[in-house]
Nanobody, 123 residues
Framework: QVQLVESGGGLVQAGGSLRLSCAAS????????MGWFRQGTGKEREFVAA????????YYADSVKGRFTISRDNDKNTEYLQMNSLKPEDTAVYYC????????????????WGQGTQVIVSS
C-alpha cells in the first residue's frame, strides 16, 4: 500500500503561481513513478505531469508545458508540481498518484491516488 497526501492548493489570480506537494508513505519503493492529474467540474480527469522515480524523466500535457514543472525529492518521498502563469482553465481538483508501471501518461498505470486538492484560478 502507498498513501499519498496532497497539499498546496488554493485560490490564485490568473497569472499567479502555486506549488502543490504530494507526500508518499508506505511501499513507495514499489512505485515506478508519480504523476499529477486534474479534474475540472463536469470534465473527465486528465493527465497533467509525471516523473519517473528511477530516471527522473518528466512528461507533461501539452496544455501545461512551459508553465508547470514536476520535481521530486527522493529522500523525502515527495513530489512537487510548480504551477506558474496559471489560467482560469487550470481550475480543477488536482490529484497525486503513484504508478506501478509505464506509461506514466496513462491513468491506467496508476494504482494509488491521493484525496485531491482544489486549485481555483480567478480571472
Amino acid at each position: 500500500q502507498v498513501q499519498l497526501v496532497e497539499s498546496g492548493g488554493g485560490l490564485v489570480q490568473a497569472g499567479g503561481s502555486l506549488r502543490l506537494s504530494c507526500a508518499a508513505s508506505g511501499r513507495t519503493f514499489s512505485s515506478y513513478g508519480m504523476g499529477w492529474f486534474r479534474q475540472g467540474t463536469g470534465k473527465e480527469r486528465e493527465f497533467v505531469a509525471a516523473i519517473s522515480w528511477s530516471t527522473g524523466n518528466t512528461y507533461y500535457a501539452d496544455s501545461v508545458k512551459g508553465r508547470f514543472t514536476i520535481s521530486r525529492d527522493n529522500d523525502k518521498n515527495t513530489e512537487y508540481l510548480q504551477m506558474n502563469s496559471l489560467k482560469p482553465e487550470d481550475t480543477a481538483v488536482y490529484y497525486c498518484a503513484a504508478a506501478g508501471r509505464p506509461p506514466l501518461w496513462s491513468e491506467r498505470s496508476y494504482d494509488y491516488w491521493g484525496q485531491g486538492t482544489q486549485v481555483i484560478v480567478s480571472s
